[in-house]
Nanobody, 120 residues
């Protein structure tokens, strides 16, 4: 599975942004898709994941602001982010694995990352 993430950019606090991840490969529909992020100087952390059946799971800090979903007909997984805060500034990565969850080790496939900057 090859992954291509896009949609990052510079936004103001309170704005919304959609990140998308396009996947190639015959096994997309049987994989879980996840989003992780890495803040400057920090470890990569879990944001959200959606299993092959569309069931989402979120990190606690999301607090209802983010929505992850997938479109198996288009081989895409997206992350809608609302009420963005400066603390959300990070490089966001999409990832794919047979078993979804919050652990990075569950995802053998990673996209290249897309920068999200939240600043006034």
């Amino acid at each position: 599975v090859q992954l291509q993430a896009c949609g990052g950019g510079l936004v103001q606090p309170g704005d919304s942004l959609r990140l998308s991840c396009a996947a190639s490969g015959p096994t997309f529909t049987s994989t879980a898709m996840g989003w992780f992020r890495r803040k400057p100087g920090k470890e990569r952390e879990f944001v959200a994941t959606v299993d092959w059946n569309g069931r989402p799971y979120y990190a606690d800090f999301v607090k209802g602001r983010f929505t992850i979903f997938r479109d198996n007909s288009k081989n895409t997984a997206s992350l809608d982010m609302a009420s963005l805060e400066p603390e959300d500034t990070a490089i966001y990565y999409c990832a794919a694995g047979l078993a979804g969850g919050p652990e990075k080790t569950l995802y053998p496939y990673w996209g290249q990352g897309t920068q999200v900057t939240v600043s006034s």
